[in-house]
Protein backbone atom coordinates (compact mmCIF):
# COMPACT_ATOMS: atom_id res chain seq x y z
CA UNK A 1 0.00 0.00 0.00
CA UNK A 2 2.75 2.27 0.69
CA UNK A 3 4.47 1.62 -2.61
CA UNK A 4 1.21 2.48 -4.22
CA UNK A 5 0.74 5.76 -2.10
CA UNK A 6 4.28 6.59 -3.18
CA UNK A 7 3.69 6.39 -6.53
CA UNK A 8 0.67 7.90 -6.87
CA UNK A 9 2.64 10.88 -5.37
CA UNK A 10 5.32 10.98 -7.81
CA UNK A 11 2.89 10.90 -10.64
CA UNK A 12 1.92 14.36 -9.88
CA UNK A 13 5.57 15.59 -8.31
CA UNK A 14 4.28 19.89 -8.48
CA UNK A 15 1.29 19.23 -6.69
CA UNK A 16 2.55 17.20 -4.23
CA UNK A 17 5.90 19.36 -3.81
CA UNK A 18 4.18 22.66 -2.66
CA UNK A 19 2.19 20.61 -0.29
CA UNK A 20 5.03 19.25 1.20
CA UNK A 21 6.95 22.73 1.16
CA UNK A 22 3.96 24.24 2.87
CA UNK A 23 3.98 22.25 5.98
CA UNK A 24 7.47 21.58 6.04
CA UNK A 25 7.48 25.59 6.51
CA UNK A 26 5.24 25.61 9.16
CA UNK A 27 6.78 22.64 10.98
CA UNK A 28 9.93 24.82 11.30
CA UNK A 29 8.20 27.87 12.59
CA UNK A 30 6.82 26.08 15.01
CA UNK A 31 10.29 24.39 16.00
CA UNK A 32 12.00 27.92 15.56
CA UNK A 33 8.98 29.36 17.90
CA UNK A 34 9.20 27.07 20.79
CA UNK A 35 12.53 27.02 20.88
CA UNK A 36 13.22 30.24 21.48
CA UNK A 37 10.59 29.56 24.78
CA UNK A 38 12.59 26.50 25.86
CA UNK A 39 15.92 28.57 25.05
CA UNK A 40 14.29 30.65 27.63
CA UNK A 41 13.66 28.02 30.50
CA UNK A 42 17.14 27.01 29.93
CA UNK A 43 18.95 30.10 30.58
CA UNK A 44 17.14 30.50 32.99
CA UNK A 45 17.10 27.00 34.93
CA UNK A 46 21.14 27.07 34.70
CA UNK A 47 21.43 30.86 35.93
CA UNK A 48 19.05 29.67 38.95
CA UNK A 49 20.73 26.72 40.31
CA UNK A 50 23.92 28.89 40.26
CA UNK A 51 22.68 31.09 42.76
CA UNK A 52 21.83 28.80 45.78
CA UNK A 53 21.38 31.59 48.70
CA UNK A 54 18.59 33.83 49.32
CA UNK A 55 17.64 37.40 47.88
CA UNK A 56 16.32 39.93 49.93
CA UNK A 57 14.71 43.29 47.91
CA UNK A 58 12.10 45.58 47.97
CA UNK A 59 8.31 44.47 47.75
CA UNK A 60 7.24 44.46 44.32
CA UNK A 61 9.93 45.05 42.33
CA UNK A 62 10.68 42.34 39.98
CA UNK A 63 14.61 42.49 40.06
CA UNK A 64 16.98 44.07 42.27
CA UNK A 65 17.62 47.03 39.65
CA UNK A 66 14.13 48.23 40.49
CA UNK A 67 14.37 47.92 44.59
CA UNK A 68 15.87 50.26 46.83
CA UNK A 69 16.68 49.45 50.98
CA UNK A 70 18.58 51.29 53.66
CA UNK A 71 22.25 50.24 53.76
CA UNK A 72 22.04 50.07 57.42
CA UNK A 73 20.14 46.69 57.76
CA UNK A 74 23.43 44.67 57.15
CA UNK A 75 24.47 43.94 60.67
CA UNK A 76 21.21 43.24 61.77
CA UNK A 77 20.58 40.68 59.12
CA UNK A 78 23.60 39.06 59.70
CA UNK A 79 23.08 37.98 63.36
CA UNK A 80 19.97 35.57 62.31
CA UNK A 81 20.26 32.29 63.29
CA UNK A 82 21.11 30.25 59.94
CA UNK A 83 22.84 32.96 57.99
CA UNK A 84 26.13 33.12 57.02
CA UNK A 85 27.00 35.95 54.69
CA UNK A 86 24.98 39.23 54.03
CA UNK A 87 26.55 40.96 50.37
CA UNK A 88 25.11 44.38 49.92
CA UNK A 89 24.26 44.70 45.80
CA UNK A 90 24.01 47.75 44.00
CA UNK A 91 22.54 47.55 40.46
CA UNK A 92 22.10 50.10 37.97
CA UNK A 93 22.22 50.37 33.85
CA UNK A 94 24.93 51.01 31.57
CA UNK A 95 23.60 53.63 29.51
CA UNK A 96 26.78 53.84 27.55
CA UNK A 97 30.14 52.24 27.19
CA UNK A 98 33.16 53.60 25.47
CA UNK A 99 31.07 56.47 24.20
CA UNK A 100 28.55 54.42 22.66
CA UNK A 101 24.93 54.15 24.05
CA UNK A 102 23.96 50.45 25.42
CA UNK A 103 20.42 49.16 24.59
CA UNK A 104 20.63 45.49 23.19
CA UNK A 105 21.86 43.19 24.81
CA UNK A 106 21.98 45.09 28.74
CA UNK A 107 24.70 45.67 30.46
CA UNK A 108 24.63 46.37 34.05
CA UNK A 109 27.10 47.94 36.42
CA UNK A 110 26.71 45.77 39.60
CA UNK A 111 28.63 47.23 42.94
CA UNK A 112 29.89 45.05 45.00
CA UNK A 113 30.60 45.10 49.09
CA UNK A 114 33.91 43.36 48.26
CA UNK A 115 34.85 41.84 51.88
CA UNK A 116 31.07 40.68 52.06
CA UNK A 117 31.44 39.07 48.39
CA UNK A 118 34.78 37.52 49.19
CA UNK A 119 33.19 35.34 52.00
CA UNK A 120 30.84 33.58 50.07
CA UNK A 121 31.32 30.12 49.70
CA UNK A 122 29.96 29.95 46.30
CA UNK A 123 30.31 33.33 45.04
CA UNK A 124 28.67 32.67 40.89
CA UNK A 125 31.61 35.26 39.87
CA UNK A 126 34.22 34.77 42.06
CA UNK A 127 34.04 30.60 41.00
CA UNK A 128 33.86 32.08 36.88
CA UNK A 129 36.97 33.85 36.81
CA UNK A 130 39.02 33.49 33.49
CA UNK A 131 41.35 35.82 33.60
CA UNK A 132 42.79 38.21 35.85
CA UNK A 133 41.61 38.46 39.54
CA UNK A 134 38.58 39.42 41.33
CA UNK A 135 38.12 42.48 43.02
CA UNK A 136 40.01 42.47 46.14
CA UNK A 137 39.70 44.71 49.67
CA UNK A 138 42.62 46.99 47.87
CA UNK A 139 39.83 47.82 45.82
CA UNK A 140 37.55 49.77 47.83
CA UNK A 141 36.84 52.82 46.39
CA UNK A 142 38.74 52.74 43.35
CA UNK A 143 37.56 52.59 39.78
CA UNK A 144 38.88 48.86 38.75
CA UNK A 145 36.22 46.42 36.85
CA UNK A 146 35.47 43.29 36.46
CA UNK A 147 33.82 42.55 33.39
CA UNK A 148 32.55 39.26 31.32
CA UNK A 149 34.48 37.64 28.78
CA UNK A 150 31.52 38.68 26.07
CA UNK A 151 31.94 42.51 26.99
CA UNK A 152 35.61 42.39 26.61
CA UNK A 153 35.14 40.99 23.46
CA UNK A 154 32.47 43.65 22.29
CA UNK A 155 34.52 46.51 23.11
CA UNK A 156 38.13 44.35 21.95
CA UNK A 157 39.39 45.33 25.49
CA UNK A 158 41.68 43.01 27.63
CA UNK A 159 42.95 42.77 31.57
CA UNK A 160 45.45 46.01 32.29
CA UNK A 161 42.79 48.29 29.71
CA UNK A 162 40.43 50.83 30.57
CA UNK A 163 36.91 50.80 29.81
CA UNK A 164 34.41 54.14 29.46
CA UNK A 165 31.39 53.22 31.50
CA UNK A 166 28.57 56.50 31.19
CA UNK A 167 31.81 58.72 30.47
CA UNK A 168 34.11 57.67 32.99
CA UNK A 169 37.17 55.73 32.75
CA UNK A 170 37.31 52.05 34.64
CA UNK A 171 40.47 50.21 34.79
CA UNK A 172 39.86 46.32 34.09
CA UNK A 173 41.34 43.57 36.35
CA UNK A 174 39.52 40.54 35.71
CA UNK A 175 36.98 38.99 33.20
CA UNK A 176 34.63 36.27 34.39
CA UNK A 177 32.72 33.60 32.18
CA UNK A 178 29.56 31.82 33.56
CA UNK A 179 27.65 30.77 30.58
CA UNK A 180 24.34 32.65 31.18
CA UNK A 181 22.78 35.50 29.17
CA UNK A 182 21.32 36.78 32.31
CA UNK A 183 24.77 36.58 34.40
CA UNK A 184 26.92 37.68 31.57
CA UNK A 185 26.02 40.98 31.81
CA UNK A 186 27.41 42.56 34.61
CA UNK A 187 29.69 45.34 35.19
CA UNK A 188 31.14 44.29 38.89
CA UNK A 189 32.48 47.84 40.55
CA UNK A 190 33.36 48.74 44.46
CA UNK A 191 29.66 50.04 45.46
CA UNK A 192 31.55 52.80 47.59
CA UNK A 193 32.92 53.89 44.14
CA UNK A 194 29.27 54.30 42.46
CA UNK A 195 27.96 55.96 45.73
CA UNK A 196 31.37 57.97 45.48
CA UNK A 197 31.01 59.35 41.36
CA UNK A 198 27.52 59.93 43.05
CA UNK A 199 25.45 57.91 41.07
CA UNK A 200 23.67 56.04 43.69
CA UNK A 201 22.11 56.55 47.24
CA UNK A 202 24.56 56.94 50.03
CA UNK A 203 22.54 55.24 52.65
CA UNK A 204 20.83 52.64 50.34
CA UNK A 205 21.32 49.58 47.99
CA UNK A 206 19.41 47.49 44.99
CA UNK A 207 19.28 44.56 47.97
CA UNK A 208 21.19 41.86 49.63
CA UNK A 209 22.43 38.54 48.96
CA UNK A 210 21.96 36.54 51.77
CA UNK A 211 24.29 32.66 52.14
CA UNK A 212 22.36 30.77 54.59
CA UNK A 213 25.38 28.44 56.95
CA UNK A 214 23.69 25.10 56.43
CA UNK A 215 21.88 24.98 59.64
CA UNK A 216 18.64 25.84 58.36
CA UNK A 217 16.40 25.96 55.65
CA UNK A 218 16.60 28.55 53.08
CA UNK A 219 12.38 29.12 53.76
CA UNK A 220 13.17 29.05 57.42
CA UNK A 221 16.10 31.53 57.07
CA UNK A 222 14.03 33.73 54.52
CA UNK A 223 11.11 33.33 57.37
CA UNK A 224 13.17 34.88 60.27
CA UNK A 225 14.89 37.63 57.36
CA UNK A 226 10.55 38.90 56.99
CA UNK A 227 10.19 38.58 60.68
CA UNK A 228 13.21 41.03 61.48
CA UNK A 229 12.18 43.54 58.35
CA UNK A 230 8.53 43.58 58.79
CA UNK A 231 7.99 46.57 60.92
CA UNK A 232 10.72 48.75 59.39
CA UNK A 233 10.07 51.43 57.34
CA UNK A 234 11.35 52.30 54.21
CA UNK A 235 13.49 56.07 54.39
CA UNK A 236 15.18 55.11 50.86
CA UNK A 237 14.10 55.71 47.26
CA UNK A 238 15.39 59.57 46.80
CA UNK A 239 15.56 61.36 43.11
CA UNK A 240 19.10 60.69 43.00
CA UNK A 241 17.61 56.78 43.06
CA UNK A 242 15.80 57.08 40.14
CA UNK A 243 18.23 59.18 38.68
CA UNK A 244 20.74 56.39 38.87
CA UNK A 245 18.25 54.43 37.57
CA UNK A 246 17.71 56.17 34.65
CA UNK A 247 21.54 56.49 34.13
CA UNK A 248 21.52 59.91 34.26
CA UNK A 249 23.32 60.33 37.35
CA UNK A 250 27.04 62.36 37.17
CA UNK A 251 30.04 62.55 39.59
CA UNK A 252 29.91 64.72 42.31
CA UNK A 253 31.71 67.85 41.16
CA UNK A 254 30.84 67.80 37.39
CA UNK A 255 29.53 70.43 35.49
CA UNK A 256 26.29 68.77 35.26
CA UNK A 257 25.46 68.02 38.74
CA UNK A 258 23.73 70.79 39.23
CA UNK A 259 21.61 69.78 36.39
CA UNK A 260 20.94 66.50 38.18
CA UNK A 261 19.98 68.41 41.37
CA UNK A 262 17.37 70.61 38.95
CA UNK A 263 16.26 67.14 37.57
CA UNK A 264 15.63 65.75 41.41
CA UNK A 265 13.54 68.34 41.97
CA UNK A 266 11.67 68.07 39.59
CA UNK A 267 10.79 64.47 39.98
CA UNK A 268 9.92 65.09 43.47
CA UNK A 269 7.41 67.60 42.63
CA UNK A 270 5.88 65.08 40.50
CA UNK A 271 5.60 62.17 42.71
CA UNK A 272 4.21 65.32 45.49
CA UNK A 273 7.23 65.44 48.23
CA UNK A 274 9.90 67.56 49.19
CA UNK A 275 12.04 64.55 50.45
CA UNK A 276 15.84 65.23 50.75
CA UNK A 277 18.38 63.53 48.22
CA UNK A 278 19.64 61.21 51.02
CA UNK A 279 17.00 61.31 53.60
CA UNK A 280 17.87 60.03 57.30
CA UNK A 281 17.42 56.30 58.07
CA UNK A 282 13.57 56.61 60.95
CA UNK A 283 13.99 55.48 64.55
CA UNK A 284 11.74 52.96 64.94
CA UNK A 285 11.52 53.97 68.57
CA UNK A 286 10.33 57.51 67.83
CA UNK A 287 7.77 56.86 65.76
CA UNK A 288 5.89 53.89 68.23
CA UNK A 289 6.30 56.72 70.59
CA UNK A 290 4.42 59.22 68.38
CA UNK A 291 1.60 56.73 67.95
CA UNK A 292 1.29 55.87 71.60
CA UNK A 293 0.72 59.43 72.10
CA UNK A 294 -1.69 60.13 68.99
CA UNK A 295 -3.79 57.28 70.44
CA UNK A 296 -3.87 57.94 73.65
CA UNK A 297 -4.83 61.81 72.98
CA UNK A 298 -7.97 59.92 70.51
CA UNK A 299 -9.13 57.97 74.16
CA UNK A 300 -8.81 61.91 75.85
CA UNK A 301 -10.90 63.00 73.20
CA UNK A 302 -13.54 59.95 73.66
CA UNK A 303 -11.65 57.77 70.98
CA UNK A 304 -11.09 53.86 71.32
CA UNK A 305 -10.02 52.97 75.08
CA UNK A 306 -6.09 51.64 75.45
CA UNK A 307 -7.01 47.86 76.10
CA UNK A 308 -9.27 47.71 72.85
CA UNK A 309 -7.37 49.46 70.41
CA UNK A 310 -6.65 47.54 67.20
CA UNK A 311 -2.93 46.94 66.34
CA UNK A 312 -3.00 46.78 62.62
CA UNK A 313 0.13 44.83 61.04
CA UNK A 314 1.90 46.99 58.31
CA UNK A 315 2.66 44.93 54.95
CA UNK A 316 5.99 44.02 54.72
CA UNK A 317 8.62 46.63 52.85
CA UNK A 318 10.85 43.32 51.91
CA UNK A 319 10.52 40.14 49.61
CA UNK A 320 13.18 37.12 50.31
CA UNK A 321 13.55 34.99 47.66
CA UNK A 322 15.36 32.31 46.30
CA UNK A 323 15.96 30.27 43.04
CA UNK A 324 12.35 28.75 42.90
CA UNK A 325 10.44 31.56 43.42
CA UNK A 326 12.12 33.45 40.68
CA UNK A 327 11.67 30.04 38.77
CA UNK A 328 8.26 29.78 39.21
CA UNK A 329 7.56 33.13 38.27
CA UNK A 330 8.94 32.29 34.80
CA UNK A 331 7.00 29.74 34.27
CA UNK A 332 3.35 31.63 34.74
CA UNK A 333 5.49 34.21 31.75
CA UNK A 334 6.36 30.65 30.22
CA UNK A 335 2.61 29.36 30.27
CA UNK A 336 1.35 32.84 28.87
CA UNK A 337 4.62 33.06 26.29
CA UNK A 338 3.77 29.11 24.90
CA UNK A 339 -0.28 29.88 24.41
CA UNK A 340 0.84 33.08 22.21
CA UNK A 341 3.54 30.44 20.00
CA UNK A 342 0.92 28.01 19.98
CA UNK A 343 -1.66 30.52 18.53
CA UNK A 344 0.74 31.43 15.84
CA UNK A 345 1.82 28.26 15.38
CA UNK A 346 -1.74 27.15 14.66
CA UNK A 347 -2.65 29.74 12.09
CA UNK A 348 0.30 28.17 9.98
CA UNK A 349 -0.73 24.80 10.44
CA UNK A 350 -4.27 25.72 9.60
CA UNK A 351 -3.08 26.76 6.11
CA UNK A 352 -0.78 23.94 5.69
CA UNK A 353 -3.40 21.45 6.37
CA UNK A 354 -5.69 23.42 3.78
CA UNK A 355 -3.38 23.18 1.58
CA UNK A 356 -3.25 19.05 1.64
CA UNK A 357 -6.73 19.02 1.69
CA UNK A 358 -7.02 21.14 -1.15
CA UNK A 359 -4.22 18.62 -3.10
CA UNK A 360 -5.99 15.12 -1.67
CA UNK A 361 -9.24 16.17 -2.97
CA UNK A 362 -7.92 17.14 -6.34
CA UNK A 363 -6.42 14.41 -6.54
CA UNK A 364 -9.29 11.87 -5.26
CA UNK A 365 -11.28 13.84 -7.91
CA UNK A 366 -9.11 13.35 -11.15
CA UNK A 367 -8.58 9.60 -10.09
CA UNK A 368 -12.51 9.15 -9.31
CA UNK A 369 -11.95 6.09 -12.48
CA UNK A 370 -9.29 4.55 -10.99
CA UNK A 371 -11.29 4.09 -7.78
CA UNK A 372 -14.33 2.78 -9.52
CA UNK A 373 -12.39 0.10 -11.28
CA UNK A 374 -10.26 -0.84 -8.14
CA UNK A 375 -13.65 -0.88 -6.35
CA UNK A 376 -15.11 -3.21 -9.57
CA UNK A 377 -11.53 -5.20 -9.23
CA UNK A 378 -12.33 -6.15 -5.69
CA UNK A 379 -11.39 -3.46 -3.46
CA UNK A 380 -13.09 -3.06 -0.75
CA UNK A 381 -14.30 1.24 0.72
CA UNK A 382 -11.60 0.66 3.40
CA UNK A 383 -8.93 -0.03 0.88
CA UNK A 384 -9.87 3.25 -0.70
CA UNK A 385 -9.70 4.78 2.40
CA UNK A 386 -5.88 3.60 3.56
CA UNK A 387 -4.54 4.15 0.13
CA UNK A 388 -5.57 7.96 0.44
CA UNK A 389 -4.72 8.14 4.35
CA UNK A 390 -1.28 6.73 3.11
CA UNK A 391 -0.67 9.61 0.76
CA UNK A 392 -1.83 12.51 2.64
CA UNK A 393 0.09 10.67 6.04
CA UNK A 394 3.11 10.24 3.73
CA UNK A 395 3.37 14.10 2.93
CA UNK A 396 2.63 15.10 6.65
CA UNK A 397 5.31 12.61 7.68
CA UNK A 398 7.98 14.31 4.98
CA UNK A 399 7.11 18.02 6.13
CA UNK A 400 7.62 16.91 9.75
CA UNK A 401 11.02 15.65 8.85
CA UNK A 402 12.06 18.42 7.16
CA UNK A 403 10.85 20.88 9.29
CA UNK A 404 12.01 19.65 12.16
CA UNK A 405 15.28 19.13 10.34
CA UNK A 406 15.36 22.92 9.00
CA UNK A 407 13.80 24.30 12.27
CA UNK A 408 16.99 22.51 14.45
CA UNK A 409 19.74 23.83 11.83
CA UNK A 410 18.31 27.39 12.28
CA UNK A 411 18.61 27.26 15.92
CA UNK A 412 22.18 25.93 15.62
CA UNK A 413 23.04 28.86 13.44
CA UNK A 414 21.42 31.78 15.26
CA UNK A 415 23.29 30.42 18.44
CA UNK A 416 26.57 30.46 16.71
CA UNK A 417 25.76 33.57 15.39
CA UNK A 418 24.50 35.50 18.39
CA UNK A 419 25.76 33.48 21.30
CA UNK A 420 25.57 36.59 23.56
CA UNK A 421 22.09 37.64 22.44
CA UNK A 422 20.11 34.76 21.90
CA UNK A 423 19.64 31.14 23.53
CA UNK A 424 17.33 28.84 21.09
CA UNK A 425 16.89 25.27 22.23
CA UNK A 426 14.93 22.41 19.92
CA UNK A 427 14.96 19.85 22.21
CA UNK A 428 14.89 16.11 21.37
CA UNK A 429 11.42 16.26 22.40
CA UNK A 430 10.28 19.25 20.51
CA UNK A 431 11.26 17.63 17.19
CA UNK A 432 9.87 14.07 17.66
CA UNK A 433 6.88 16.14 18.76
CA UNK A 434 7.14 18.45 15.22
CA UNK A 435 6.85 14.85 13.42
CA UNK A 436 4.25 13.48 15.20
CA UNK A 437 2.40 16.43 14.61
CA UNK A 438 2.76 16.96 11.54
CA UNK A 439 2.10 13.23 10.43
CA UNK A 440 -1.14 13.44 12.66
CA UNK A 441 -2.10 16.69 10.46
CA UNK A 442 -1.93 15.26 7.15
CA UNK A 443 -3.80 12.29 8.50
CA UNK A 444 -6.09 14.67 9.13
CA UNK A 445 -5.90 16.53 5.84
CA UNK A 446 -6.67 13.71 4.22
CA UNK A 447 -9.44 11.98 5.77
CA UNK A 448 -12.12 14.26 4.03
CA UNK A 449 -11.07 13.10 0.64
CA UNK A 450 -10.89 9.86 1.54
CA UNK A 451 -14.10 9.41 2.87
CA UNK A 452 -15.61 10.91 0.06
CA UNK A 453 -13.96 8.68 -2.20
CA UNK A 454 -14.73 5.35 0.05
CA UNK A 455 -18.42 6.29 -0.37
CA UNK A 456 -18.75 6.82 -4.64
CA UNK A 457 -19.96 3.04 -5.49
CA UNK A 458 -18.19 1.86 -8.61
CA UNK A 459 -20.67 2.87 -11.44
CA UNK A 460 -21.06 6.19 -9.65
CA UNK A 461 -17.30 6.69 -9.82
CA UNK A 462 -17.03 5.57 -13.61
CA UNK A 463 -19.95 7.36 -14.65
CA UNK A 464 -18.33 10.62 -12.88
CA UNK A 465 -15.07 10.25 -14.28
Known amino acids: MWKFALRNLFSRPARSALS ?15 SVARGLEQTFDRSFKSIPGLIVMQAGAPIPLFSRLPKNWKADMERIPGVHVVAP ?16 PPRFLFGVDIPSRIKLRKGVYTE ?19 ISRQIAEEHLKKVGDTLSVNSIEFEIV ?24 GWFDQEAVSGYYVEPDGSASNEEVGRRLKELLQDRPLTTGSPMSLLALAGLGQPSGSSQSKSSNAVGFMLRALAGTNTPASPPVADQSSEESATDANLNRKDELGGLTPSVRPKSRTPSPVEVRNASDFSDRFKE ?22 SIVNTMLMS ?63 SPG ?23 AMRLSPMEAIRRG
Not at 20 to 34: D, R, S, W
Not at 136 to 144: F, H, K, M, T, Y
Not at 178 to 185: A, K, T
Open 89 to 104: EIWMRANIIEEKPVMA
Open 128 to 146: SMIVGRFLSPDDAGQRRVV
Open 364 to 426: VTERVIEFGVLKANGWSPWDVLKLITFESATLGLGGGVLGGLIGWTVTIVVNARWPDRVNLFA
Open 174 to 197: GLYHVGSLLLDVAILVDGDTLRQL
Open 20 to 34: LLGLTVAIAGMVGLF
Open 333 to 354: LSEDLNLILALLTGIGMTIAVL
Open 430 to 452: LLVFSVVFSTVVGLLGGLYPAVW
